[in-house]
C-alpha cells in the first residue's frame, strides 16, 4: 500500500469516528419521564430511560429544573460509573407503573434501559423539567428534551424561599476560593412569618447526594468563610460545583432552597530556590529547596503539597548515584558534599500535584553547574509585583536578594537593569514602564572573604485582562433601592481567574467573576469597572447608568439587616446620612447598626464613605457625634480583621484598593483629632493604657478591665470610657493599616517602624525613527519629567536615522550626603540614557548643541523630615524655613535712606531664591553677584515687592565655576535716589519685611572617575530660573547621565550700614599731603645749589707737540677718564696713559696726585687736554698706576678721546677695575657729528635702563647720586635725576587718582579685603608704563636738543 493511500485511509478513519459517536447519541434516545402534578415539599419519583447505551463514546446527561438539578452524569465509555445507575428493562411501562408514573403518552420504546430518581420540590417555578444529553467531540452534539410538570402547592400558605443569584443549576455562581461570600435566601411568599428562626445550612455534591459540611443560623443568610468549601467530589464531573441548600420550618410551614456554586480554584505552581539556573561549589553540600512551591487553593499557613516528585539528570554525569529518578519526595532535600563531579551540569526537575485534583499540576527546571572555585548561592526572591517572573507596568516591584551561604560574612549586592548599575541593598523596589515586554535585571553579590555571585532574572510585562466588555441591567433605577446586576464577560488573560470589582467614584460598591453581581447605587450616571487578574494586572472600563435620587425614605431598613442585606442597608444608609446636619438623626439611623457583621473589602469601602459622611455632615462638635464615629470605626476595624483572618493582610497595597487605602487614612485622620479634643482619663487609668501601648501589650482584654474600673465611679462627669473606646479604636485602626509582613507595604500613618528600602523607577521608549517633537516622560513613580529635544539624539548618537531607545531611571536611594540634617539634599535620582542597539553609556556625554531638561516633583526624602513633624518645612511661603536654625529674617526700615544690606556665601552653579513672605511697604530690591549693590543700583532697580505681599520670590544664578558672595539691598520703594531721600520717617512705618533664602541646586554624577573618587559635581546642571517650587525643582543639564538636585534654607548675614555713609573731607590727610608738597620744593632748590654740579678736573698739558716725531697738522684732543660710581671707585695713586698713533708712535701722559688729597675720587670724570701730530683717531689706550696710597685700585668706567678738529670721537669701554697691571684698550666705536649709536647689546642696554627707572621710582639715586651714567644721560646731575624722580610720581599719583575717581559715597561701599586688587594693580601698571615712557622721551627729546 503506497504512502498516500494510508493518508487517505487515516483520513477516511477520523472522519468516520466522530459520525459514529454521534450515531450512537442518536440510538440512545434519551426520553424522562414524570407525573405532571407533583407534590410541593414531597419526595417524588423521575424516570430516564436509553434505548440503547453509547459503548465507544461518553455522554453527559444532565436532568434539571428552573431551580434544581437533578442529575448530572456520564454514561457511555466511562472509568467509573456515575449514579444513578442503569437497568435493561423489557417492559418501560411496567417500570413506570412500578414508580407510580403516569403518563398521557406511552413510551416510544418498552424494550430498554432505565434509571430512577427521587426528588422534591420546593417552587412552584419549577414547570419545566429539561432532559440535556451532550457529546463532545470534534464539535458539540446536544439532543434535548423537555417535559412540562407543575407543583401543587398546598391549599394553605406555602413560604416559598429562593436565592435568586444563584438558583439556576445550568450557570452556577461563579466563587473564588480565596473570597468569602455571603448567600441570602428570601421569601416569596412569607405567610405572615417571622424572618428570625432556624435556618439549616448544608453543603453537598451537585446533585446533593453526599453532605460535606453543615450551618446552623436564626437568620436566612449565610457568610461564607475563604478556602471553607475545598471539599473532594467522588466524580471528576462534579469537580469544585457543589449546591448549597437551606432548610427550615416556621409555625409548622417547611420551606427550602438550593444555591449552585461553582468554586474557582486558582492554580498551583512550582518553584525551585535559585531560579532556573545555579552554580555550586563542589566542596559544600547542595541544598534543593522547592518549599516555595504554592497551592492557590490553599492559605498560606497550610501545607501546601502532600508529595513533591523530584527527577535528577544528568548528560555529563549519568551514571551518578546522588542523581537519578525519583531522588526525593519532600520539598527539601541536600546531596553531600563532592558527590557531583566538577565542570558537569545536573538538571533537578520538580513536579507538585494539587492533592485533591491529579489534573492540576506544575513543573520546574532547576540546571545546577557544579564548581571547585567558591562562590556565593545567590536567589533573588519575589516579594511582590513579581510572582511567575510577571510583572504589572503600573506597580511597584520588590525583590529581594538572599545568600545562602554568606555566614556572618558583610555582602554588598549590586542590581543592575539591562546592564546599567542602579543601587547597592539587599532589597530592591522598582517601577518598570517600558515598551519592551522583557526586563532583565541582575544582582551581584560580594563578601569580605572575596567570593562572588551573580543571579539573573526576566520580568515579563503583565498586560492584565484583555478583550471583552461590560454591560448593566438595567440601564436606569432608583438610588439604593434598585438592584442593578452589571456584567463583563470575554476577558482573556494568562493568569486566571479574573475579578471584576465595580467602583462608583473611589468607593467599591462589589466584587464579582461573573455576571451574578447584585448592587445598590448611589447618584451616578456612571460605573467604574476595575478588571483584575489572578496577579493584580488590571484593566479599566467604564459602565454609563441612570440613578435617580431618593424621593423618600424607605421604610424598610431596619428590616433590611434581618433579611441579610447587608449592602442594601450600608447604601440606603449612606443615601440618608448624606442629607442629615444633626447627630440626634444619625443615631435613629443607625439604631440596629451595632448588630451588622462586615466581611468583605467592599463593606470596608462603605463603613470608610460613610464615616468620612458623618464626620462632615454632622454638626455641632460633640459626644454624640464622637459616639457616632467610634461605633462605625469600631465595625471597620472587625470588618479589618475579617479581611486579615482570611489570609490577605497585604490587600490595601493592590492596586484596586487605593482608595479604600486612602479613605481610611483619611478616617485615621478624623479620629486622631478626636482623640485630642476628648478628656483623658485619671493618672492611674491613663498611666496603664500608656505602659501597655508603649510596651505593645495593649489589647482588648486590658481596655474592658480599664472601662470598667472608671464605670465604678458614679460621680464621673467626664467620658473617661469613652476616651479609652475612641482611642482604642483609632490604635486598631493605625494597626491595621500598617499590618504588613515585615511592615514593608505599609501605609504611611505614624512612625516608620523600619526604613524603607531603595526604590527604582525604570521607564524604557524605543522608536523606530528618530522623533521629531519634544519628548516628555513622566516616571512612574511621579516624582520626575524629563524633557528630551530630537536635537539630543543627534548629538549624542551624531545622526538622525534609525531605531533610537531613550531609557529614563528614577531612584529613590540614601546618597550618604555629608550635609546636617538642617542641609540634608534630596535622595530622588534620575538617570536618562540613548542607546540605539545596547545600553553602554561608560561616562556621562556633553552636549554640545542641546541640553535636557527634567524637574523633581518632590525634591526631598520624606523620611528625613517625618520626625521632625515639620510637614512644610520645604515649601515657599513657610513661616519658619529651617529644622534647627531659624533661616528667616525680619527686617525694618524707618526711612527712605535707609537700606539693609544682606549677604550669604552661594556656591558655583548654585540658585539664590529670596522668598519674601511679608511686607508692610511696597520694597525695593536688588541682588547682586560678588560686589556689594551701590546706591545707584539699588535706586535705579525695577525689581519691587508689592505691598501686603504674602509669598514674593526673587532669584539669582552663580553660572560661575567658584563660590560667590550674593548680596540682597532692600529699601522703601521710591523714586527719588538714596542719597537725595529725605531723613523723615516713612508714613505709616516703620516699613517691616521678613524673608529666607534658599539655595537650590543641580548636580551631576561623575562616571568618568575612578569609582572611589567618583562624586556629585555642581556644574554641567543648574536650577532653571522658575519662581516656584512648589510643582518641583527645574533642572537645565548640558550633559547625558544621571543627576540629582535638592534645596535648602540658609541664614543670611546682615552687613553693617555704616560704611555707606557719606564721603566727608579728612583734614589729617590733606594736611599732610600739603607738607609733603611744600618740602618738595625745598628740597629740589636745596639739591639744585648744592648738588647740581659733577665732580670733575680739567689738566691742561702745555708743550706736548714739541715731542712729536710728525711733522703733520697740529689737532686738538680732549681726553676723559670717568670713574665708576661704586665704592672705592677712585684712585688715590697716579695715572699713567700711553696713546699709540697710526704708525705706532707711543705718548705718555702721567696724572699725578696727593695720596692724601685726591682729586680722582667716585662718580668723577678727569679731562686731559693735548695738542699733538702724532695721535690721531683712531688710537689704542694703555691705562696704569703707581700703586700709590691707601687704595690704588680704581673703577675705570670708559674713556673717550674727542679730537675737535674732526669732531670724531672714539670710546673705550672699560668697566672694570684697574689693579697692578696695565690695561690695554681698543675700540671700534668711533663717532662723527650726527652719528647716533647704541652701546652694548640690547639686553645690557635693557638691564641699565630698568636700573636707571627702578632707582628713579624708589628715589634711592636722587638721595646718594650712584647712579650709573648711560649713554643717553651721560651729563645728569642730583637735581635733575630728582625732578624727574618727582615728575614719576606725579605720574603714578595723577594715574591712581583718575583711575580710582572722586571718592563718593558709592566708592565707599566697595569693601576691600586687600590693599589692591590684582585687577587693578595690572591696570595701574600698565597705565603707569605707558605714560612713563610717553615723558621719558619727551625727556630725551628736550635734553637733546638743549645738549
Request: glycine content about 4%; some cysteine.
Amino acid at each position: 500500500m503506497s504512502i498516500n493511500l494510508k493518508i487517505l485511509v487515516l483520513l477516511l478513519l477520523n472522519l468516520t469516528i466522530p459520525l459514529a459517536k454521534t450515531n450512537e447519541l442518536r440510538e440512545a434516545n434519551m426520553r424522562i419521564y414524570c407525573n405532571e402534578f407533583v407534590p410541593y415539599g414531597i419526595r417524588t419519583h423521575i424516570v430516564i430511560t436509553i434505548e440503547r447505551l453509547p459503548v465507544k463514546s461518553r455522554i453527559t446527561i444532565l436532568l434539571s429544573a428552573s431551580d434544581y438539578l437533578l442529575a448530572f452524569f456520564e454514561v457511555g465509555n466511562v472509568a467509573k460509573e456515575m449514579p444513578p445507575k442503569f437497568e435493561k428493562t423489557s417492559s418501560i411501562s411496567n417500570e413506570l407503573s412500578f414508580f407510580g408514573i403516569k403518563t398521557k403518552i406511552k413510551p416510544d420504546y418498552e424494550d430498554g434501559y432505565y434509571a430512577s430518581l427521587v426528588a422534591t420540590f420546593w417552587s412552584a417555578r419549577n414547570t419545566f423539567l429539561t432532559l440535556l444529553g451532550r457529546l463532545k467531540s470534534i464539535r458539540i452534539y446536544e439532543v434535548k428534551e423537555v417535559l412540562p410538570i407543575e407543583v401543587i402547592l398546598p391549599q394553605h400558605c406555602s413560604p416559598q424561599l429562593i436565592m435568586p443569584t444563584c438558583s439556576d443549576p445550568q450557570n452556577p455562581k461563579q466563587v473564588l476560593i480565596t473570597r468569602g461570600f455571603l448567600i441570602n435566601a428570601l421569601f416569596l411568599e412569607n405567610c405572615n412569618l417571622p424572618i428570625n428562626g432556624v435556618y439549616n445550612w448544608s453543603v453537598r455534591d451537585a446533585v446533593g447526594l453526599t453532605q460535606f459540611a453543615s450551618y446552623s443560623t436564626n437568620t436566612p443568610y449565610l457568610n461564607i468563610r475563604p478556602f471553607a468549601m475545598r471539599f473532594p467530589t467522588s466524580y471528576e464531573l462534579w469537580r469544585d460545583l457543589y449546591v448549597l441548600q437551606v432548610e427550615g420550618k416556621l409555625n409548622g410551614l417547611y420551606f427550602a432552597a438550593r444555591c449552585y456554586l461553582k468554586l474557582i480554584m486558582g492554580q498551583v505552581e512550582a518553584v525551585i530556590l535559585g531560579g532556573k539556573s545555579r552554580r555550586a561549589q563542589q566542596s559544600e553540600q547542595l541544598w534543593i529547596n522547592g518549599s516555595l512551591s504554592y497551592d492557590s487553593s490553599k492559605r498560606t499557613t497550610d501545607i501546601q503539597f502532600s508529595k513533591y516528585n523530584w527527577n535528577c539528570y544528568s548528560y555529563d554525569d549519568s551514571r551518578n548515584p546522588f542523581c537519578h529518578r525519583n531522588i526525593s519526595s519532600v520539598a527539601v532535600f541536600s546531596i553531600p558534599a563532592n558527590a557531583l563531579k566538577n565542570n558537569c551540569r545536573y538538571i533537578f526537575r520538580l513536579q507538585v500535584t494539587r492533592d485533591d485534583n491529579p489534573t492540576i499540576s506544575s513543573r520546574k527546571v532547576q540546571v545546577v553547574t557544579v564548581i571547585k572555585n567558591k562562590t556565593l548561592q545567590v536567589t533573588i526572591e519575589c516579594v511582590r509585583n513579581c510572582q511567575k517572573d510577571y510583572f504589572i507596568p503600573n506597580a511597584e516591584v520588590h525583590l529581594f536578594a538572599r545568600c545562602l551561604n554568606c555566614g556572618n560574612q558583610n555582602v554588598v549586592c549590586k542590581w543592575y537593569i539591562d546592564g546599567q548599575f542602579v543601587v547597592a541593598n539587599h532589597d530592591f523596589l522598582i517601577h518598570i514602564r517600558t515598551s519592551s515586554n522583557a526586563t532583565r535585571i541582575r544582582v551581584l553579590l560580594s563578601s569580605d572573604d572575596g567570593r562572588t555571585g551573580r543571579k539573573s532574572k526576566t520580568l515579563i510585562k503583565n498586560l492584565g485582562p484583555t478583550g471583552g466588555k461590560c454591560s448593566i441591567y438595567p440601564k436606569e433605577g432608583n438610588e439604593a433601592v434598585t438592584a442593578f446586576f452589571p456584567c463583563c464577560q470575554n476577558f482573556v488573560s494568562s493568569n486566571n481567574p479574573i475579578e471584576f470589582w465595580y467602583f462608583v467614584g473611589p468607593v467599591l460598591i462589589g466584587t464579582c467573576v461573573d455576571c451574578t453581581c447584585e448592587v445598590f447605587l448611589p447618584i451616578t450616571n456612571i460605573i467604574k469597572v476595575v478588571i483584575c487578574d489572578a496577579l493584580y494586572a488590571c484593566h479599566t472600563s467604564w459602565i454609563n447608568v441612570k440613578i435617580n435620587a431618593l424621593k423618600n425614605v424607605p421604610l424598610d431598613v431596619p428590616n433590611l439587616l434581618a433579611k441579610g442585606l447587608l449592602h442594601r442597608y450600608l447604601q440606603n444608609v449612606q443615601s440618608i446620612t448624606q442629607h442629615i446636619s444633626k447627630p440626634e438623626s444619625g443615631m435613629i439611623i443607625l439604631k440596629n447598626f451595632t448588630t451588622i457583621h462586615p466581611q468583605s473589602r467592599s463593606s470596608l469601602a462603605r463603613l470608610a464613605n460613610l464615616t468620612l459622611t458623618l464626620a462632615h455632615r454632622l454638626y455641632p462638635e460633640g459626644q454624640k457625634k464622637d459616639t457616632l464615629l467610634t461605633m462605625v470605626v469600631q465595625k471597620m476595624n472587625d470588618n479589618f480583621e475579617a479581611i486579615y483572618l482570611d489570609d490577605d493582610v497585604n490587600f490595601l497595597a493592590e492596586p484596586p484598593f487605593r482608595s479604600i487605602r486612602l479613605a481610611c487614612l483619611e478616617v485615621y485622620e478624623v479620629m486622631k483629632r478626636l482623640c485630642k479634643r476628648t478628656p483623658r482619663p485619671p493618672w492611674p487609668i491613663y498611666n496603664k493604657y500608656y505602659q501597655a501601648y508603649t510596651t505593645d501589650k495593649l489589647d482588648q482584654t486590658l481596655l474592658e478591665k480599664l472601662v470598667a474600673k472608671t464605670e465604678k465611679n458614679e460621680k464621673i462627669v467626664v467620658p473617661w470610657a469613652f476616651w479609652l473606646n475612641s482611642t482604642w479604636e483609632t490604635e486598631r485602626l493605625y494597626r491595621h493599616l500598617n499590618y504588613s509582613r515585615g511592615n514593608i507595604y505599609r501605609s504611611g500613618v505614624g512612625e516608620k517602624r523600619k526604613i524603607t528600602p531603595s526604590k527604582v523607577t525604570l521607564n524604557v521608549q524605543c522608536f523606530k525613527t528618530f522623533p521629531k517633537k519634544k519628548i516628555r516622560v513622566h516616571t512612574s513613580d511621579k516624582i520626575h519629567l524629563v524633557i528630551i529635544t530630537p536635537a539630543v539624539f543627534k548629538d549624542i548618537l551624531g545622526t538622525n536615522k534609525g531605531r533610537v531607545c531613550l531609557k529614563v531611571v528614577s531612584i529613590i536611594q540614601q546618597l550618604h550626603w555629608w550635609y546636617p540634617l538642617e542641609k540634608k539634599p534630596s535622595s530622588l535620582i534620575v538617570s536618562v540614557r540613548i542607546y540605539q542597539n545596547e545600553d553602554n553609556l561608560p561616562v556621562p556625554i556633553s552636549l554640545n548643541h542641546s541640553h535636557i531638561k527634567y524637574k523633581t516633583i518632590n525634591t526631598y526624602n520624606k523620611d528625613t523630615f517625618f520626625k521632625s513633624n515639620i510637614t512644610s518645612a520645604r515649601s515657599d511661603n513657610n513661616r519658619k524655613a529651617g529644622i534647627y536654625v531659624d533661616c528667616t529674617r525680619e527686617g525694618k526700615l524707618q526711612t527712605f535712606r535707609t537700606v539693609r544690606i544682606y549677604r550669604i556665601m552661594l556656591m558655583e552653579h548654585t540658585m539664590l531664591a529670596v522668598h519674601f513672605t511679608k511686607a508692610t511697604h511696597k520694597l525695593q530690591v536688588v541682588l547682586t553677584l560678588r560686589n556689594k549693590p551701590l546706591f545707584r543700583q539699588i535706586s535705579r532697580s525695577k525689581c519691587t515687592v508689592p505691598a501686603k505681599t504674602k509669598g514674593k520670590t526673587l532669584l539669582l544664578l552663580n553660572n560661575c565655576h567658584n563660590a560667590q558672595r550674593a548680596y540682597m539691598a532692600v529699601r522703601i520703594c521710591s523714586n527719588v535716589t538714596i542719597r537725595n531721600s529725605p531723613k523723615t520717617p516713612v508714613k505709616n512705618g516703620p516699613a517691616e519685611f521678613t524673608f529666607a533664602f534658599q539655595i537650590r541646586s543641580c548636580d551631576h554624577w561623575s562616571y568618568d572617575s575612578r569609582p572611589d573618587k567618583q562624586h556629585w559635581l555642581q556644574y554641567g546642571c543648574y536650577p532653571a530660573m522658575t519662581l516656584s517650587v512648589k510643582s518641583g525643582i527645574r533642572c537645565i543639564c548640558d550633559v547625558l547621565g544621571t543627576y540629582t538636585n535638592y534645596l535648602y534654607y540658609i541664614p543670611s548675614i546682615e552687613v553693617p550700614g555704616c560704611v555707606y555713609s557719606e564721603a566727608q573731607l579728612n583734614y589729617f590727610v590733606l594736611v599732610f599731603y600739603s607738607i609733603i608738597f611744600l618740602l618738595i620744593p625745598l628740597w629740589i632748590i636745596w639739591l639744585y645749589f648744592y648738588r647740581n654740579r659733577f665732580p670733575s678736573k680739567t689738566i691742561f698739558i702745555p708743550e706736548f707737540e714739541r715731542k712729536d716725531k710728525s711733522t703733520g697738522e697740529l689737532h686738538d684732543l680732549l681726553i676723559s677718564l670717568r670713574t665708576g660710581g661704586r665704592l672705592n671707585s677712585g684712585t688715590t695713586a697716579s695715572l699713567k696713559l700711553v696713546l699709540f698713533g697710526p704708525s705706532d708712535d707711543e705718548r705718555v701722559i702721567r696724572v699725578k696726585q696727593d695720596p692724601e688729597h685726591p682729586f680722582l675720587n667716585a662718580n668723577s670724570t678727569l679731562f686731559l687736554w693735548i695738542r699733538t701730530r702724532d695721535i690721531r683717531i683712531p688710537t689704542k689706550v694703555i691705562v696704569s698706576h703707581d700703586n700709590a696710597g691707601r687704595f690704588p685700585s680704581w673703577f675705570l668706567r670708559r674713556i673717550e678721546v674727542n679730537d675737535i678738529q674732526t669732531f670724531e670721537t672714539q670710546v673705550f669701554l672699560a668697566r672694570q677695575f684697574v689693579a697692578k697691571r696695565k690695561l690695554l684698550l681698543t675700540s671700534a666705536l668711533i663717532y662723527k657729528r650726527g652719528d647716533v649709536r647704541f652701546f652694548d647689546k640690547w639686553r645690557k642696554r635693557f638691564c641699565l635702563n630698568f636700573e636707571m627707572l627702578w632707582i628713579n621710582w624708589s628715589l634711592w639715586q636722587p638721595v646718594t647720586g650712584n647712579w650709573r651714567e648711560t649713554s643717553q644721560f651721560p651729563r645728569i646731575t642730583r637735581a635733575k635725576r630728582f625732578c624727574v624722580f618727582i615728575s614719576k610720581q606725579f605720574v603714578i599719583y595723577t594715574t591712581c587718582a583718575t583711575y580710582f575717581g572722586l571718592t563718593t559715597t558709592e566708592s565707599l561701599q566697595l569693601f576691600r579685603d586687600k590693599f589692591l586688587d590684582y585687577k587693578d594693580l595690572l591696570v595701574l601698571t600698565i597705565f603707569c608704563c605707558v605714560l612713563d615712557i610717553i615723558f621719558q622721551v619727551m625727556f630725551r627729546t628736550i635734553y637733546w636738543k638743549c645738549s
